[in-house]
Protein backbone atom coordinates (compact mmCIF):
# COMPACT_ATOMS: atom_id res chain seq x y z
CA UNK A 1 0.00 0.00 0.00
CA UNK A 2 1.25 3.33 -1.20
CA UNK A 3 -0.16 4.98 1.85
CA UNK A 4 1.69 3.12 4.39
CA UNK A 5 4.71 2.89 2.89
CA UNK A 6 4.62 7.30 2.30
CA UNK A 7 4.02 7.18 6.74
CA UNK A 8 7.09 4.79 7.22
CA UNK A 9 9.36 7.33 5.71
CA UNK A 10 9.04 9.80 8.29
CA UNK A 11 11.63 9.85 10.69
CA UNK A 12 12.55 12.00 13.53
CA UNK A 13 15.52 13.12 12.28
CA UNK A 14 14.27 15.82 11.55
CA UNK A 15 13.19 17.29 14.34
CA UNK A 16 16.47 17.19 15.89
CA UNK A 17 17.96 19.31 12.81
CA UNK A 18 15.17 21.92 13.03
CA UNK A 19 15.50 21.79 17.51
CA UNK A 20 18.62 24.70 17.72
CA UNK A 21 16.89 27.18 15.69
CA UNK A 22 13.42 26.12 17.01
CA UNK A 23 14.84 26.52 20.57
CA UNK A 24 16.18 30.40 19.76
CA UNK A 25 12.94 31.39 17.75
CA UNK A 26 10.36 29.90 20.48
CA UNK A 27 12.45 32.14 23.28
CA UNK A 28 13.79 35.00 21.14
CA UNK A 29 10.54 35.29 18.94
CA UNK A 30 7.51 33.61 19.90
CA UNK A 31 7.69 34.09 24.10
CA UNK A 32 8.04 37.83 23.52
CA UNK A 33 4.90 38.54 21.75
CA UNK A 34 3.18 36.72 23.67
CA UNK A 35 5.20 38.11 26.90
CA UNK A 36 4.47 41.89 25.15
CA UNK A 37 1.03 40.64 25.34
CA UNK A 38 0.71 39.98 28.98
CA UNK A 39 2.09 42.46 30.64
CA UNK A 40 0.09 45.19 28.79
CA UNK A 41 -2.60 44.14 30.92
CA UNK A 42 -0.59 44.70 33.62
CA UNK A 43 1.22 47.53 36.08
CA UNK A 44 4.85 46.13 36.03
CA UNK A 45 8.40 47.76 37.52
CA UNK A 46 10.28 44.48 36.67
CA UNK A 47 9.46 43.75 40.66
CA UNK A 48 5.45 43.82 41.12
CA UNK A 49 3.28 42.53 38.55
CA UNK A 50 -0.16 43.94 38.88
CA UNK A 51 -3.22 43.21 36.16
CA UNK A 52 -4.71 46.04 35.37
CA UNK A 53 -6.95 45.29 32.58
CA UNK A 54 -6.94 47.66 29.41
CA UNK A 55 -5.81 50.59 31.47
CA UNK A 56 -2.65 50.58 29.67
CA UNK A 57 -4.41 51.01 26.59
CA UNK A 58 -6.94 53.89 27.79
CA UNK A 59 -4.11 55.54 28.74
CA UNK A 60 -2.60 55.65 25.14
CA UNK A 61 -4.63 58.36 23.95
CA UNK A 62 -4.04 60.82 27.01
CA UNK A 63 -0.83 60.57 26.95
CA UNK A 64 0.46 63.43 24.56
CA UNK A 65 4.33 62.08 24.16
CA UNK A 66 2.53 59.00 22.45
CA UNK A 67 0.36 60.67 20.30
CA UNK A 68 2.78 63.15 19.22
CA UNK A 69 5.17 60.32 18.37
CA UNK A 70 2.85 58.97 16.39
CA UNK A 71 1.95 61.74 14.40
CA UNK A 72 5.87 62.27 13.99
CA UNK A 73 6.53 58.49 12.99
CA UNK A 74 3.89 59.06 10.14
CA UNK A 75 5.75 62.00 9.09
CA UNK A 76 8.64 60.20 9.08
CA UNK A 77 7.84 57.57 7.24
CA UNK A 78 6.03 59.12 4.45
CA UNK A 79 8.62 61.49 3.46
CA UNK A 80 11.80 59.36 4.22
CA UNK A 81 10.08 56.83 2.01
CA UNK A 82 8.87 58.64 -0.83
CA UNK A 83 11.57 60.28 -1.09
CA UNK A 84 13.87 57.45 -1.10
CA UNK A 85 11.94 55.40 -3.16
CA UNK A 86 11.58 58.33 -6.07
CA UNK A 87 15.78 58.74 -5.61
CA UNK A 88 16.90 55.27 -6.07
CA UNK A 89 14.38 54.44 -8.94
CA UNK A 90 15.73 57.25 -10.44
CA UNK A 91 19.31 56.43 -9.97
CA UNK A 92 18.46 53.18 -10.64
CA UNK A 93 17.46 53.63 -14.08
CA UNK A 94 20.45 55.99 -14.72
CA UNK A 95 22.92 53.24 -13.76
CA UNK A 96 20.92 50.22 -15.68
CA UNK A 97 22.16 52.95 -18.83
CA UNK A 98 25.66 51.37 -19.32
CA UNK A 99 26.75 54.48 -18.74
CA UNK A 100 30.98 55.19 -18.08
CA UNK A 101 31.77 55.01 -14.88
CA UNK A 102 28.65 52.76 -13.54
CA UNK A 103 30.34 50.26 -11.06
CA UNK A 104 32.28 53.30 -9.22
CA UNK A 105 28.87 55.22 -8.83
CA UNK A 106 26.64 52.19 -7.53
CA UNK A 107 29.28 51.14 -5.20
CA UNK A 108 29.73 55.02 -3.68
CA UNK A 109 25.91 55.20 -3.50
CA UNK A 110 25.91 51.79 -1.61
CA UNK A 111 28.41 52.96 0.68
CA UNK A 112 26.03 54.80 3.30
CA UNK A 113 24.51 51.34 3.54
CA UNK A 114 26.71 49.54 4.78
CA UNK A 115 28.31 51.48 7.49
CA UNK A 116 26.18 51.44 11.04
CA UNK A 117 23.89 54.59 11.22
CA UNK A 118 25.71 55.33 14.57
CA UNK A 119 28.91 55.73 12.38
CA UNK A 120 26.12 57.65 10.06
CA UNK A 121 24.70 59.81 12.53
CA UNK A 122 27.90 61.43 14.16
CA UNK A 123 29.07 62.15 10.59
CA UNK A 124 25.87 64.01 10.41
CA UNK A 125 25.68 65.15 13.39
CA UNK A 126 29.20 67.47 12.90
CA UNK A 127 27.32 68.38 9.08
CA UNK A 128 24.26 69.98 10.80
CA UNK A 129 26.12 71.66 13.62
CA UNK A 130 25.18 75.21 13.65
CA UNK A 131 28.63 77.06 14.29
CA UNK A 132 31.11 75.01 11.72
CA UNK A 133 28.83 72.44 10.09
CA UNK A 134 29.77 72.11 6.64
CA UNK A 135 25.66 72.58 5.42
CA UNK A 136 25.90 75.93 7.29
CA UNK A 137 28.70 77.12 6.01
CA UNK A 138 27.95 76.26 2.64
CA UNK A 139 24.78 78.03 2.59
CA UNK A 140 26.56 81.29 3.98
CA UNK A 141 28.50 80.95 0.77
CA UNK A 142 25.46 80.78 -0.69
CA UNK A 143 23.95 83.93 1.01
CA UNK A 144 21.53 81.61 3.40
CA UNK A 145 21.96 82.30 7.35
CA UNK A 146 22.58 79.50 9.06
CA UNK A 147 19.80 77.22 10.93
CA UNK A 148 20.31 75.00 13.96
CA UNK A 149 19.24 72.00 12.34
CA UNK A 150 18.55 69.31 14.89
CA UNK A 151 18.48 72.28 17.66
CA UNK A 152 15.18 73.18 16.04
CA UNK A 153 11.75 72.32 17.09
CA UNK A 154 10.73 73.04 13.07
CA UNK A 155 13.61 71.50 10.63
CA UNK A 156 14.91 68.95 13.37
CA UNK A 157 12.86 65.85 12.33
CA UNK A 158 13.70 66.97 8.65
CA UNK A 159 16.62 67.09 9.67
CA UNK A 160 16.59 63.20 10.89
CA UNK A 161 14.60 62.51 7.63
CA UNK A 162 17.34 64.02 5.40
CA UNK A 163 19.94 62.22 7.38
CA UNK A 164 17.81 58.78 6.53
CA UNK A 165 17.17 59.30 2.95
CA UNK A 166 20.67 59.66 2.53
CA UNK A 167 21.73 56.41 4.54
CA UNK A 168 18.58 54.39 2.53
CA UNK A 169 18.57 55.15 -1.43
CA UNK A 170 21.93 53.02 -1.92
CA UNK A 171 19.83 50.07 -0.40
CA UNK A 172 17.08 50.70 -2.46
CA UNK A 173 19.06 51.46 -5.89
CA UNK A 174 20.54 47.92 -5.43
CA UNK A 175 17.48 46.21 -5.70
CA UNK A 176 15.55 48.41 -8.04
CA UNK A 177 18.48 47.60 -10.63
CA UNK A 178 18.25 43.77 -10.17
CA UNK A 179 14.68 44.38 -11.22
CA UNK A 180 15.76 46.44 -13.89
CA UNK A 181 17.74 43.39 -15.14
CA UNK A 182 15.14 41.27 -15.13
CA UNK A 183 12.96 43.04 -17.54
CA UNK A 184 13.47 41.44 -20.91
CA UNK A 185 14.81 43.70 -23.51
CA UNK A 186 12.43 43.07 -26.52
CA UNK A 187 10.09 45.27 -24.74
CA UNK A 188 11.93 47.99 -25.14
CA UNK A 189 12.72 47.22 -28.67
CA UNK A 190 9.34 46.56 -29.28
CA UNK A 191 7.93 50.02 -27.89
CA UNK A 192 11.02 51.65 -29.64
CA UNK A 193 9.25 49.96 -32.85
CA UNK A 194 6.61 51.61 -31.90
CA UNK A 195 7.95 54.96 -31.41
CA UNK A 196 7.95 55.48 -27.94
CA UNK A 197 10.36 58.37 -26.84
CA UNK A 198 13.03 57.09 -23.98
CA UNK A 199 10.36 58.75 -21.59
CA UNK A 200 7.72 56.94 -22.83
CA UNK A 201 9.62 53.76 -22.67
CA UNK A 202 9.98 54.45 -18.70
CA UNK A 203 6.40 54.91 -18.18
CA UNK A 204 4.68 52.27 -19.75
CA UNK A 205 7.52 49.34 -19.47
CA UNK A 206 9.96 50.39 -16.91
CA UNK A 207 7.66 51.51 -14.24
CA UNK A 208 4.96 48.68 -14.64
CA UNK A 209 7.57 46.29 -15.26
CA UNK A 210 9.21 47.11 -11.80
CA UNK A 211 5.62 47.23 -9.75
CA UNK A 212 6.43 44.07 -7.75
CA UNK A 213 10.26 45.18 -6.64
CA UNK A 214 8.42 48.86 -5.91
CA UNK A 215 5.90 46.49 -3.96
CA UNK A 216 8.11 44.97 -1.84
CA UNK A 217 10.40 48.05 -1.16
CA UNK A 218 6.90 50.01 0.09
CA UNK A 219 5.77 46.80 2.02
CA UNK A 220 9.23 46.71 3.55
CA UNK A 221 9.83 50.07 4.09
CA UNK A 222 6.63 51.15 5.56
CA UNK A 223 7.65 48.42 8.44
CA UNK A 224 11.01 49.32 9.12
CA UNK A 225 10.28 53.52 8.73
CA UNK A 226 7.99 52.97 11.07
CA UNK A 227 10.62 51.56 13.69
CA UNK A 228 12.27 54.32 13.41
CA UNK A 229 15.04 54.74 16.42
CA UNK A 230 18.55 54.77 16.04
CA UNK A 231 18.72 57.97 14.63
CA UNK A 232 16.17 59.70 16.78
CA UNK A 233 18.22 58.45 19.98
CA UNK A 234 21.67 59.14 18.85
CA UNK A 235 20.76 62.58 17.54
CA UNK A 236 17.94 64.26 19.77
CA UNK A 237 17.01 62.08 22.24
CA UNK A 238 13.48 62.65 20.56
CA UNK A 239 14.29 66.61 21.56
CA UNK A 240 14.03 69.41 21.16
CA UNK A 241 10.25 69.31 22.70
CA UNK A 242 9.16 66.05 21.36
CA UNK A 243 9.83 67.35 18.10
CA UNK A 244 11.43 64.09 16.76
CA UNK A 245 10.49 61.45 19.26
CA UNK A 246 8.88 58.13 17.85
CA UNK A 247 6.83 55.46 18.40
CA UNK A 248 9.53 52.79 19.16
CA UNK A 249 11.45 55.88 21.01
CA UNK A 250 8.76 56.12 23.53
CA UNK A 251 8.71 52.81 23.86
CA UNK A 252 12.12 52.74 25.14
CA UNK A 253 11.72 55.24 27.39
CA UNK A 254 8.74 54.06 29.04
CA UNK A 255 10.51 50.98 29.65
CA UNK A 256 13.97 51.34 30.43
CA UNK A 257 13.86 55.17 31.86
CA UNK A 258 10.60 55.36 33.31
CA UNK A 259 10.22 51.43 33.97
CA UNK A 260 6.72 51.14 32.82
CA UNK A 261 7.05 47.98 31.82
CA UNK A 262 3.22 47.50 31.06
CA UNK A 263 2.61 51.13 29.33
CA UNK A 264 5.68 49.97 27.20
CA UNK A 265 4.62 46.75 25.63
CA UNK A 266 1.06 47.67 25.20
CA UNK A 267 2.60 50.42 22.79
CA UNK A 268 4.57 47.15 21.68
CA UNK A 269 1.25 45.72 21.38
CA UNK A 270 -0.22 48.64 19.43
CA UNK A 271 3.05 49.02 17.32
CA UNK A 272 2.45 45.38 15.96
CA UNK A 273 -1.48 46.24 15.29
CA UNK A 274 -0.95 49.20 13.24
CA UNK A 275 1.84 47.00 11.06
CA UNK A 276 -0.15 43.89 10.96
CA UNK A 277 -3.12 45.63 9.90
CA UNK A 278 -0.77 48.12 6.70
CA UNK A 279 0.90 45.01 5.60
CA UNK A 280 -2.99 43.37 5.40
CA UNK A 281 -4.44 46.19 3.72
CA UNK A 282 -1.23 46.74 1.55
CA UNK A 283 -2.01 42.89 -0.11
CA UNK A 284 -5.37 43.33 0.01
CA UNK A 285 -5.01 46.32 -1.98
CA UNK A 286 -2.07 46.74 -3.58
CA UNK A 287 -1.67 43.21 -5.69
CA UNK A 288 -4.44 42.38 -7.09
CA UNK A 289 -2.96 42.56 -10.24
CA UNK A 290 0.61 40.56 -9.73
CA UNK A 291 1.46 37.72 -7.82
CA UNK A 292 3.76 39.08 -5.62
CA UNK A 293 5.79 36.99 -2.85
CA UNK A 294 7.29 39.22 -0.31
CA UNK A 295 10.09 37.28 2.01
CA UNK B 1 20.70 48.45 -25.56
CA UNK B 2 19.29 51.39 -27.42
CA UNK B 3 20.97 53.88 -29.11
CA UNK B 4 21.30 57.23 -26.46
CA UNK B 5 22.98 59.90 -27.82
CA UNK B 6 26.20 62.03 -26.76
CA UNK B 7 25.04 65.01 -24.97
CA UNK B 8 22.03 63.13 -23.59
CA UNK B 9 25.01 60.44 -22.24
CA UNK B 10 27.09 63.09 -20.82
CA UNK B 11 24.20 64.87 -18.69
CA UNK B 12 23.44 62.26 -17.00
CA UNK B 13 26.70 61.12 -16.12
CA UNK B 14 26.92 64.72 -14.34
CA UNK B 15 23.82 64.05 -12.66
CA UNK B 16 25.44 60.92 -11.16
CA UNK B 17 28.76 62.28 -10.74
CA UNK B 18 26.66 64.71 -8.53
CA UNK B 19 24.31 61.96 -6.63
CA UNK B 20 28.41 59.60 -5.68
CA UNK B 21 29.32 63.19 -4.57
CA UNK B 22 26.80 63.82 -1.92
CA UNK B 23 26.51 60.08 -1.12
CA UNK B 24 30.44 59.86 -0.46
CA UNK B 25 31.48 63.40 0.67
CA UNK B 26 30.36 62.62 4.17
CA UNK B 27 32.67 60.01 4.55
CA UNK B 28 35.47 62.35 2.93
CA UNK B 29 34.99 64.93 5.37
CA UNK B 30 34.52 62.67 8.31
CA UNK B 31 38.69 61.53 7.12
CA UNK B 32 39.25 65.62 6.56
CA UNK B 33 38.12 66.44 10.16
CA UNK B 34 39.93 63.23 11.82
CA UNK B 35 43.20 64.88 10.32
CA UNK B 36 42.60 68.28 11.62
CA UNK B 37 42.90 70.58 14.73
CA UNK B 38 39.82 72.44 16.54
CA UNK B 39 41.97 75.92 15.73
CA UNK B 40 41.24 74.68 11.80
CA UNK B 41 37.89 73.37 11.99
CA UNK B 42 36.95 76.74 13.23
CA UNK B 43 39.12 79.21 10.92
CA UNK B 44 36.06 81.31 8.61
CA UNK B 45 37.47 79.81 5.38
CA UNK B 46 36.67 75.92 4.96
CA UNK B 47 39.26 74.02 3.52
CA UNK B 48 39.05 70.21 2.83
CA UNK B 49 42.69 69.63 2.95
CA UNK B 50 43.95 69.55 6.30
CA UNK B 51 47.33 72.04 6.90
CA UNK B 52 49.01 69.15 8.29
CA UNK B 53 47.79 65.18 8.79
CA UNK B 54 47.80 65.61 12.29
CA UNK B 55 47.04 61.57 12.72
CA UNK B 56 47.71 61.93 16.18
CA UNK B 57 44.34 62.54 16.61
CA UNK B 58 43.49 58.96 16.48
CA UNK B 59 45.40 57.52 19.13
CA UNK B 60 44.00 60.32 21.02
CA UNK B 61 40.63 59.70 20.13
CA UNK B 62 41.40 55.86 21.11
CA UNK B 63 42.85 57.17 24.40
CA UNK B 64 39.71 57.63 25.76
CA UNK B 65 37.89 54.84 26.44
CA UNK B 66 38.87 51.16 26.15
CA UNK B 67 38.66 51.04 22.42
CA UNK B 68 40.69 47.43 22.54
CA UNK B 69 38.14 46.16 24.63
CA UNK B 70 35.03 47.38 22.89
CA UNK B 71 36.43 45.86 19.14
CA UNK B 72 36.78 42.77 21.04
CA UNK B 73 33.57 42.69 22.38
CA UNK B 74 32.41 43.72 18.84
CA UNK B 75 33.99 40.83 17.31
CA UNK B 76 33.32 38.65 19.81
CA UNK B 77 29.62 38.78 19.63
CA UNK B 78 29.52 39.27 16.08
CA UNK B 79 31.39 36.05 15.39
CA UNK B 80 29.24 34.01 17.30
CA UNK B 81 25.75 35.19 16.54
CA UNK B 82 27.32 34.44 12.80
CA UNK B 83 28.35 31.24 13.37
CA UNK B 84 25.69 30.04 15.56
CA UNK B 85 22.29 31.48 13.64
CA UNK B 86 24.07 30.09 10.15
CA UNK B 87 24.87 26.87 11.40
CA UNK B 88 21.15 26.61 12.96
CA UNK B 89 19.57 27.76 10.30
CA UNK B 90 21.26 25.72 7.64
CA UNK B 91 20.34 22.78 9.64
CA UNK B 92 16.52 23.83 9.43
CA UNK B 93 16.47 25.18 6.11
CA UNK B 94 17.88 21.35 5.59
CA UNK B 95 15.27 19.82 7.24
CA UNK B 96 12.81 21.80 5.84
CA UNK B 97 13.71 21.26 2.53
CA UNK B 98 14.61 17.34 2.49
CA UNK B 99 13.75 15.15 5.82
CA UNK B 100 10.08 14.15 6.35
CA UNK B 101 8.80 14.68 9.27
CA UNK B 102 5.32 15.46 10.54
CA UNK B 103 4.14 19.30 10.67
CA UNK B 104 6.96 20.01 8.01
CA UNK B 105 5.18 22.09 6.58
CA UNK B 106 3.13 23.86 9.48
CA UNK B 107 6.14 24.29 12.02
CA UNK B 108 8.12 26.12 8.23
CA UNK B 109 4.80 28.43 8.13
CA UNK B 110 5.44 29.52 11.94
CA UNK B 111 8.84 29.60 11.84
CA UNK B 112 8.07 32.94 8.97
CA UNK B 113 6.51 34.95 11.75
CA UNK B 114 10.06 36.02 13.00
CA UNK B 115 10.11 37.41 9.45
CA UNK B 116 7.05 39.79 9.96
CA UNK B 117 8.02 40.62 14.13
CA UNK B 118 9.60 43.76 13.87
CA UNK B 119 12.98 43.29 16.41
CA UNK B 120 12.13 47.03 17.98
CA UNK B 121 8.70 45.50 19.45
CA UNK B 122 10.33 42.68 21.06
CA UNK B 123 13.30 44.38 23.07
CA UNK B 124 11.45 45.12 26.22
CA UNK B 125 10.10 41.13 26.61
CA UNK B 126 13.92 39.87 25.60
CA UNK B 127 14.88 41.93 28.56
CA UNK B 128 12.77 40.87 30.74
CA UNK B 129 13.50 36.99 30.14
CA UNK B 130 17.07 37.76 30.48
CA UNK B 131 16.89 38.94 33.41
CA UNK B 132 15.34 35.64 34.92
CA UNK B 133 17.72 33.49 33.17
CA UNK B 134 18.12 30.85 35.96
CA UNK B 135 21.52 30.03 37.53
CA UNK B 136 22.92 33.37 35.88
CA UNK B 137 24.55 36.63 36.97
CA UNK B 138 23.32 35.84 40.33
CA UNK B 139 20.25 34.56 39.96
CA UNK B 140 19.00 31.44 41.87
CA UNK B 141 16.80 28.67 39.95
CA UNK B 142 13.72 30.98 39.76
CA UNK B 143 15.66 33.15 38.16
CA UNK B 144 15.63 35.60 40.81
CA UNK B 145 18.20 37.63 42.58
CA UNK B 146 20.63 39.16 40.33
CA UNK B 147 21.03 40.12 36.74
CA UNK B 148 20.45 37.62 34.72
CA UNK B 149 22.21 37.45 31.34
CA UNK B 150 21.49 41.26 31.16
CA UNK B 151 25.06 43.00 30.92
CA UNK B 152 26.45 39.57 29.34
CA UNK B 153 27.76 37.93 26.29
CA UNK B 154 25.09 35.60 25.65
CA UNK B 155 22.68 38.50 26.40
CA UNK B 156 24.40 40.37 23.39
CA UNK B 157 24.35 37.68 21.34
CA UNK B 158 21.21 35.07 21.96
CA UNK B 159 18.57 37.51 21.21
CA UNK B 160 20.40 36.93 16.88
CA UNK B 161 20.59 33.64 16.87
CA UNK B 162 17.34 32.72 15.60
CA UNK B 163 17.26 34.31 12.18
CA UNK B 164 14.02 33.30 10.14
CA UNK B 165 15.38 34.56 7.26
CA UNK B 166 17.76 32.45 6.87
CA UNK B 167 16.36 29.47 7.46
CA UNK B 168 13.80 30.55 4.72
CA UNK B 169 17.32 31.24 2.44
CA UNK B 170 18.64 28.14 3.08
CA UNK B 171 15.27 25.94 2.35
CA UNK B 172 14.94 27.82 -0.42
CA UNK B 173 18.62 27.07 -1.95
CA UNK B 174 18.22 23.26 -1.25
CA UNK B 175 15.19 22.90 -2.93
CA UNK B 176 17.58 23.50 -5.94
CA UNK B 177 19.52 20.61 -5.12
CA UNK B 178 18.80 17.59 -7.70
CA UNK B 179 17.10 15.17 -5.55
CA UNK B 180 19.08 11.92 -7.56
CA UNK B 181 22.06 13.60 -4.58
CA UNK B 182 19.72 12.58 -1.89
CA UNK B 183 19.49 9.06 -3.93
CA UNK B 184 22.55 8.51 -4.65
CA UNK B 185 23.86 9.12 -0.76
CA UNK B 186 21.03 6.87 0.50
CA UNK B 187 21.90 4.04 -1.36
CA UNK B 188 25.29 4.44 -0.32
CA UNK B 189 23.97 4.27 3.11
CA UNK B 190 24.53 7.73 4.41
CA UNK B 191 22.63 9.43 7.23
CA UNK B 192 20.85 12.35 7.12
CA UNK B 193 23.61 13.93 9.69
CA UNK B 194 25.97 13.12 6.73
CA UNK B 195 24.21 14.05 3.94
CA UNK B 196 24.09 17.56 5.86
CA UNK B 197 27.42 17.57 6.77
CA UNK B 198 29.51 16.32 3.47
CA UNK B 199 26.85 17.22 0.57
CA UNK B 200 24.48 20.22 1.51
CA UNK B 201 27.17 22.20 3.61
CA UNK B 202 29.82 22.11 1.00
CA UNK B 203 27.39 23.30 -1.52
CA UNK B 204 26.14 26.06 0.33
CA UNK B 205 29.11 28.20 -0.25
CA UNK B 206 27.26 31.33 -2.38
CA UNK B 207 24.16 31.09 0.06
CA UNK B 208 26.39 31.19 3.15
CA UNK B 209 28.78 33.91 1.63
CA UNK B 210 25.53 36.56 1.42
CA UNK B 211 24.42 35.57 4.82
CA UNK B 212 27.73 36.17 6.16
CA UNK B 213 28.07 39.04 5.05
CA UNK B 214 24.33 40.37 5.47
CA UNK B 215 24.32 39.04 9.28
CA UNK B 216 27.86 40.13 10.51
CA UNK B 217 26.86 43.61 8.90
CA UNK B 218 23.98 43.81 10.66
CA UNK B 219 25.20 42.33 13.95
CA UNK B 220 28.69 44.51 13.54
CA UNK B 221 26.68 48.12 13.53
CA UNK B 222 23.38 47.35 15.59
CA UNK B 223 22.96 50.30 18.12
CA UNK B 224 19.43 49.69 20.30
CA UNK B 225 20.22 46.07 21.89
CA UNK B 226 23.87 46.51 22.97
CA UNK B 227 22.32 50.26 24.37
CA UNK B 228 19.39 48.01 26.68
CA UNK B 229 21.46 44.97 27.46
CA UNK B 230 24.80 46.66 28.75
CA UNK B 231 25.23 48.45 31.96
CA UNK B 232 28.81 48.50 32.48
CA UNK B 233 31.53 49.76 30.43
CA UNK B 234 33.32 46.85 29.68
CA UNK B 235 30.73 45.46 28.25
CA UNK B 236 30.18 47.82 25.20
CA UNK B 237 30.16 47.44 21.57
CA UNK B 238 32.09 49.78 19.10
CA UNK B 239 29.08 51.10 17.92
CA UNK B 240 27.32 51.75 21.70
CA UNK B 241 30.96 53.33 22.54
CA UNK B 242 30.97 55.56 19.61
CA UNK B 243 27.01 56.65 20.39
CA UNK B 244 28.03 57.45 23.68
CA UNK B 245 31.44 59.19 22.79
CA UNK B 246 29.52 62.83 22.17
CA UNK B 247 27.97 62.54 25.35
CA UNK B 248 30.47 61.55 27.88
CA UNK B 249 33.18 63.98 26.42
CA UNK B 250 32.74 67.88 25.57
CA UNK B 251 32.75 67.16 21.97
CA UNK B 252 36.12 67.65 20.19
CA UNK B 253 34.72 66.96 16.92
CA UNK B 254 38.20 65.78 15.26
CA UNK B 255 38.29 63.15 17.97
CA UNK B 256 34.55 62.07 17.33
CA UNK B 257 35.35 61.55 13.39
CA UNK B 258 38.52 60.07 14.17
CA UNK B 259 36.58 57.46 16.31
CA UNK B 260 34.32 57.37 13.74
CA UNK B 261 36.70 56.15 11.05
CA UNK B 262 38.06 53.90 13.15
CA UNK B 263 34.38 52.56 13.44
CA UNK B 264 33.99 52.08 10.32
CA UNK B 265 36.96 50.98 8.39
CA UNK B 266 37.14 47.28 9.13
CA UNK B 267 33.64 47.17 7.96
CA UNK B 268 34.60 49.18 4.42
CA UNK B 269 37.71 47.26 3.52
CA UNK B 270 35.53 44.10 3.96
CA UNK B 271 32.84 45.28 1.94
CA UNK B 272 35.01 46.48 -0.71
CA UNK B 273 36.86 43.05 -0.73
CA UNK B 274 33.34 41.30 -0.67
CA UNK B 275 31.01 43.41 -2.42
CA UNK B 276 29.78 40.67 -4.35
CA UNK B 277 28.49 39.08 -1.74
CA UNK B 278 26.68 42.02 0.04
CA UNK B 279 24.97 43.40 -3.30
CA UNK B 280 24.17 39.56 -3.54
CA UNK B 281 22.57 39.13 -0.17
CA UNK B 282 20.60 41.93 -0.55
CA UNK B 283 19.32 41.63 -4.35
CA UNK B 284 18.30 37.50 -2.90
CA UNK B 285 16.19 39.24 0.30
CA UNK B 286 14.27 41.74 -2.49
CA UNK B 287 14.08 40.10 -5.27
CA UNK B 288 13.49 36.02 -5.16
CA UNK B 289 11.90 36.39 -1.87
Known sequence: MRSS??????????????????????????????????????????????????????????????????????????????????????????????????????????????????????????????????INRFLAMVGISGKLWLHDEKLALASIIIMSIWKFTGYYMVIYLAGLQTIPSYLYEATAIDGASEWQKIRYVTIPMLRPVTFFLFVTGVINNFNVFEQVNILTQGGPMNATTTVVHQIFIRAFRDFLMGYAAAQAIFVLIIVAVLTLMFFKYGSQEQDVEVA | MPQYNRVANGIWVAVLIVISFIMIFPFILMLSTSLKNMAELQRPVFSIIPDVLRFDNYPKAMARGNWGLYFWNSIYVTFWSVVLSLLFNSMAGFAFARLRFRFRELLFIISLIGLMIPPQVNMLPIYVILKYVPFAGGND??????????????????????????????????????RALDDAAVIDGMTARQRFMYIYLPLSKPVMASLVALKATATWNEYTWPLIVTMTTDMRTVQLALSLYKDEYTIEWELLMAATAVAIIPLLVIFFCAQRYFVEGIVTTGIKG
Do not use: C
Request: positive net charge.
Open chain 2, 141 to 178: WLGRGGLGWLNSYWGLIAPYVAGSFGVFLFRQFYLTFP
Open chain 1, 5 to 134: KRLKQYDNTGYLFILPFYVFFAVFIVTPILMNLALSFTRFNLKEVKFIGLQNYLNLFEDEFFVRSLINTGLYTFFTLAFTMLISLFLAILLNRGLTGTPLFRTSSFVPHVVSMVAASMIWYWMYEPAYGI
